[in-house]
């Protein structure tokens, strides 16, 4: 995808979670709210952040690990009850976390995401697994209504959805690594071979006898 | 040596074998397995009468030797995986240091937490426990303990994630990585090493363990802090032991790649990935995951159907990878005109504990079995005798080879393996026979009826400590040339 068509999409999404109707039937429930309207504008600014990165990024890699670990303390920040609450309440609320989910929260968590390389990714999909489970667990088991503007219902049925969510990531996640994608195996096969003699395997049996740092060698 | 040797060729530094770390992992390894056997023999001690130790720090040794031998058996184990996957995948070795220096913080943490905060309801930090300790320890040493754990988990899972990376990249996916390509798909491409194969599933079972590990002990640390967070003690009993059996089990198939990588290079005769070799791996690498229920069997509120599975799962889990490891290595030493030294014994040891480990701890994932023995002294025989005649000697066989410079000419030795082996057996049998008398698991003070077990034990775990320190000494001994090659 194009990076103007992917910020296009991006602007669309943002336009999508605010605009009046819609944006009026997300806030009225909480799990609507935090998993209809937060990923409509996050994911708003991170297609648009992604294709930033892929204009701007080069070089930039180290900036990945930063970008994300911001983008998602804010988000974390918007999920705090008092703050959710404040937003309904206030209007000016309601427009910073606006600005902030995809400003602040979107734009870098796809400027990171496109720069990250696999461990990275990796290493934030783990993160944020037990970190949806146990705030689902929270708000399924906490004794109190965390937020002033919505039921106890509410908070239970997104504690819910949030472990099925966290669930559903570990699977696709999975599921894609066992996928995987076309194998770099010969190339590196090739390198690997230059970088350090063969070990004893199948094709390297006794006679040859090297060790897999290539420092030994079967004595006469 | 091998950065040179990539520049030289015109490979990259990436692909260096991360030599220099393996070796400290392994020094690491071994000075922290002495210390932890000898917490073990104070406790067994202690047990015998033979000296006086107050019960509250009996349960403070017992949670360190827990939780430090775990630790350390998946530092060693990854050691080997580690060092013989490079050969077949490029690895960055800076995830071996983050890892590293994550996990001596972790232990600072944890040591901290036990020695001075007095936390101890054993590695199983199982809820309640932690947080009700009647008056034996602070929340705050709950805290300190578990974020050191979590802490040595993340660096683990930077580890697991780094070696599925470049499993991914090199053979295309984790299912290729298993030799699914070949199993299923009938393809004629080669298939992949039997390390690669091993690494996979060690990557796979190892992460997932880590994720529902990191989830348990985070809301375990919040139910310290607000105690108003309670959580379901069956659901907390569910993760934790997904988390642990799985992880324990995994440093087994790390370290088994000391098996597939030298006992070819012993006897001349390859190991070859067949397709019955990567279906017993595709099959264990399903069932480690679904068979922990057998540590709940006592559980009544567990859904009975998860104890049917865990009890029938258990006898099938093991025996996939067992077969085709036990029954390969017999078929290549068999007739191979191999002598017999200290790295091949400590092998064939190794095989012979892993196979013969797995029927104690069959027998008591058998419901009605377990009604008897569960919480006797014959759940640590089995573990004792799975980890410190399987996967020890496998670790230290690696210690003597990179000792050695890697070379696998015969140079004897094989009478101090052998008395390892007597030693070992004797020690794990007398707590298998000290289950069988349904002595209790966990218990500071013994009845004198018992005393008879425990004193032989103890006796026993004496001889196996001077043994692993014979092994361990020769490995540090050449810690300076082994760098120096680094």
């Given at each position: 995808?194009?990076?103007?068509?992917?910020?296009?999409?991006?602007?669309?999404?943002?336009?999508?979670?605010l605009?009046?109707?819609?944006?009026?039937?997300?806030?009225?429930?909480?799990?609507?709210?935090?998993?209809?309207?937060?990923?409509l504008?996050?994911?708003?600014?991170?297609?648009?952040?992604?294709?930033?990165?892929?204009?701007?990024?080069?070089?930039?890699?180290?900036?990945a690990?930063?970008?994300l670990?911001?983008?998602?303390?804010?988000?974390?920040?918007?999920?705090?009850?008092?703050?959710?609450?404040?937003?309904?309440?206030?209007?000016?609320?309601?427009?910073?976390?606006?600005?902030?989910?995809?400003?602040?929260?979107?734009?870098?968590?796809?400027?990171?995401?496109?720069?990250?390389?696999?461990?990275?990714?990796?290493?934030?999909?783990a993160?944020?697994?037990?970190?949806?489970?146990?705030?689902?667990?929270?708000?399924?088991?906490?004794?109190?209504?965390l937020?002033?503007?919505?039921?106890?219902?509410?908070?239970?049925?997104?504690?819910?959805?949030?472990?099925?969510?966290?669930?559903?990531?570990?699977?696709?996640?999975?599921?894609?690594?066992?996928?995987?994608?076309?194998?770099?195996?010969?190339?590196?096969?090739?390198?690997?071979?230059?970088?350090?003699?063969?070990?004893?395997?199948?094709?390297?049996?006794?006679?040859?006898?090297?060790?897999?740092?290539?420092?030994?060698?079967?004595?006469? | 040596?091998?950065?040179?040797?990539?520049?030289?060729?015109?490979?990259t530094?990436?692909?260096?074998?991360?030599?220099?770390?393996?070796?400290?992992?392994?020094?690491?390894?071994?000075?922290?397995?002495?210390?932890?056997?000898?917490?073990?023999?104070?406790?067994?001690?202690?047990q015998?009468?033979?000296?006086?130790?107050?019960?509250?720090?009996?349960?403070?040794?017992?949670?360190v030797?827990?939780?430090?031998?775990?630790?350390?058996?998946?530092?060693?184990?990854?050691?080997?995986?580690?060092?013989?996957l490079?050969?077949?995948?490029p690895?960055?070795?800076?995830?071996?240091?983050?890892?590293?220096?994550?996990?001596?913080?972790?232990?600072?943490?944890?040591?901290?937490?036990?020695?001075?905060?007095?936390?101890?309801?054993?590695?199983?930090?199982?809820?309640?426990?932690?947080?009700?300790?009647?008056?034996?320890?602070?929340?705050?040493?709950?805290?300190?303990d578990?974020?050191?754990?979590?802490?040595?988990?993340?660096?683990?899972?930077?580890?697991?994630?780094?070696?599925?990376?470049?499993?991914?990249?090199?053979?295309?996916?984790?299912?290729?990585?298993?030799?699914?390509?070949?199993?299923?798909?009938g393809?004629?491409?080669?298939?992949?090493?039997?390390?690669?194969?091993?690494?996979?599933?060690?990557?796979?079972?190892?992460?997932?363990?880590?994720?529902?590990?990191?989830?348990?002990?985070?809301?375990?640390?919040?139910?310290?802090?607000?105690?108003?967070?309670?959580?379901?003690?069956?659901?907390a009993?569910?993760?934790?032991?997904?988390?642990?059996?799985?992880?324990?089990?995994?440093?087994?198939?790390?370290?088994?790649?000391?098996?597939?990588?030298?006992?070819?290079?012993?006897?001349?005769?390859?190991?070859?990935?067949?397709?019955?070799?990567?279906?017993?791996?595709?099959?264990?690498?399903?069932?480690?995951?679904i068979?922990?229920?057998?540590?709940?069997?006592?559980?009544?509120a567990?859904?009975?159907?998860?104890?049917?599975?865990?009890?029938?799962?258990?006898?099938?889990?093991?025996?996939?990878?067992?077969?085709?490891?036990?029954?390969?290595?017999?078929?290549?030493?068999?007739?191979?005109?191999?002598?017999?030294?200290?790295?091949?014994?400590?092998?064939?040891?190794?095989?012979?504990?892993?196979?013969?480990?797995?029927?104690?701890?069959?027998?008591?994932?058998?419901?009605?079995?377990?009604?008897?023995?569960?919480?006797?002294?014959?759940?640590?025989?089995?573990?004792?005798?799975?980890?410190?005649?399987?996967?020890?000697?496998m670790?230290?066989?690696?210690?003597?080879?990179?000792a050695?410079?890697?070379?696998?000419?015969?140079?004897?030795?094989?009478?101090?393996?052998?008395?390892?082996?007597?030693?070992?057996?004797?020690?794990?049998?007398?707590?298998?026979?000290?289950?069988?008398?349904?002595?209790?698991?966990?218990?500071?003070?013994?009845?004198p009826?018992?005393?008879?077990?425990?004193?032989?034990?103890?006796v026993?775990?004496?001889?196996?400590i001077?043994?692993?320190?014979?092994?361990?000494?020769?490995?540090l001994?050449?810690?300076?040339?082994?760098?120096?090659?680094?």
């Amino acid at each position: 995808m194009r990076a103007r068509t992917q910020a296009a999409i991006g602007a669309g999404l943002v336009l999508l979670a605010l605009l009046p109707p819609v944006a009026g039937r997300l806030e009225a429930r909480l799990p609507l709210q935090v998993l209809g309207q937060y990923p409509l504008l996050v994911a708003g600014g991170a297609l648009a952040g992604a294709a930033l990165a892929r204009r701007h990024g080069r070089g930039a890699g180290w900036s990945a690990a930063a970008a994300l670990l911001a983008g998602a303390a804010v988000l974390g920040f918007w999920m705090i009850p008092r703050w959710i609450d404040a937003a309904v309440a206030l209007p000016s609320v309601r427009t910073l976390r606006a600005l902030s989910l995809v400003l602040a929260a979107g734009l870098p968590l796809g400027w990171g995401w496109a720069l990250a390389g696999p461990v990275l990714r990796g290493f934030a999909l783990a993160n944020a697994v037990p970190m949806l489970a146990v705030t689902g667990w929270i708000l399924l088991v906490v004794p109190a209504r965390l937020c002033n503007s919505f039921l106890v219902e509410d908070q239970r049925l997104l504690g819910r959805l949030q472990l099925a969510l966290a669930l559903a990531i570990l699977v696709a996640a999975v599921l894609r690594a066992l996928a995987g994608g076309p194998a770099q195996g010969a190339a590196t096969d090739r390198r690997m071979r230059r970088a350090s003699p063969p070990i004893a395997s199948p094709q390297a049996p006794r006679a040859t006898n090297t060790s897999p740092s290539g420092i030994g060698s079967r004595k006469p | 040596m091998a950065e040179a040797q990539a520049a030289a060729t015109g490979g990259t530094a990436a692909m260096d074998r991360g030599r220099t770390w393996v070796v400290l992992y392994l020094a690491t390894t071994g000075v922290v397995i002495l210390l932890m056997m000898v917490f073990g023999l104070l406790m067994r001690l202690a047990q015998s009468e033979w000296i006086v130790l107050d019960p509250a720090v009996f349960y403070q040794l017992l949670t360190v030797h827990g939780i430090g031998m775990v630790g350390i058996a998946a530092l060693g184990g990854i050691a080997i995986l580690w060092h013989f996957l490079s050969a077949h995948v490029p690895l960055r070795s800076a995830a071996l240091a983050i890892n590293l220096v994550l996990f001596l913080v972790g232990v600072v943490m944890i040591l901290w937490a036990v020695f001075i905060g007095g936390f101890a309801p054993a590695w199983t930090f199982l809820y309640p426990l932690p947080a009700i300790s009647g008056g034996v320890w602070e929340p705050w040493a709950g805290v300190l303990d578990l974020t050191g754990v979590l802490l040595i988990g993340v660096g683990f899972l930077i580890l697991c994630l780094e070696m599925g990376r470049a499993i991914v990249a090199s053979q295309g996916g984790l299912g290729r990585g298993l030799g699914w390509h070949v199993l299923f798909g009938g393809s004629t491409d080669k298939p992949p090493a039997p390390t690669v194969v091993a690494g996979t599933m060690v990557v796979i079972v190892t992460t997932l363990a880590l994720v529902a590990g990191a989830t348990i002990v985070v809301m375990t640390i919040l139910n310290l802090l607000f105690p108003s967070l309670a959580i379901d003690p069956l659901f907390a009993k569910n993760m934790i032991y997904f988390f642990g059996h799985v992880f324990i089990n995994a440093t087994i198939y790390m370290g088994v790649a000391a098996v597939y990588e030298l006992l070819p290079r012993i006897t001349g005769r390859p190991w070859k990935a067949s397709r019955v070799f990567l279906g017993a791996w595709t099959l264990s690498t399903t069932m480690v995951l679904i068979i922990f229920p057998h540590h709940l069997l006592m559980d009544f509120a567990m859904p009975r159907w998860t104890m049917v599975l865990g009890q029938v799962l258990s006898y099938v889990n093991s025996f996939p990878v067992l077969a085709v490891t036990g029954l390969g290595a017999l078929a290549i030493v068999h007739r191979s005109g191999i002598r017999w030294d200290l790295v091949s014994t400590l092998l064939l040891i190794a095989m012979f504990g892993w196979m013969a480990g797995v029927i104690p701890a069959v027998v008591d994932a058998t419901v009605s079995v377990n009604y008897v023995m569960h919480n006797t002294l014959w759940v640590p025989g089995h573990f004792h005798f799975y980890l410190l005649l399987g996967l020890l000697p496998m670790i230290f066989a690696f210690m003597i080879h990179l000792a050695r410079d890697e070379d696998v000419t015969a140079r004897g030795g094989d009478l101090t393996a052998i008395l390892y082996l007597l030693f070992g057996l004797g020690f794990v049998a007398m707590f298998l026979m000290g289950g069988w008398a349904s002595v209790p698991r966990r218990w500071a003070v013994h009845m004198p009826e018992w005393l008879v077990w425990d004193r032989i034990a103890t006796v026993m775990a004496a001889g196996v400590i001077v043994l692993a320190g014979v092994f361990v000494a020769i490995f540090l001994a050449r810690i300076p040339r082994l760098l120096r090659h680094g």
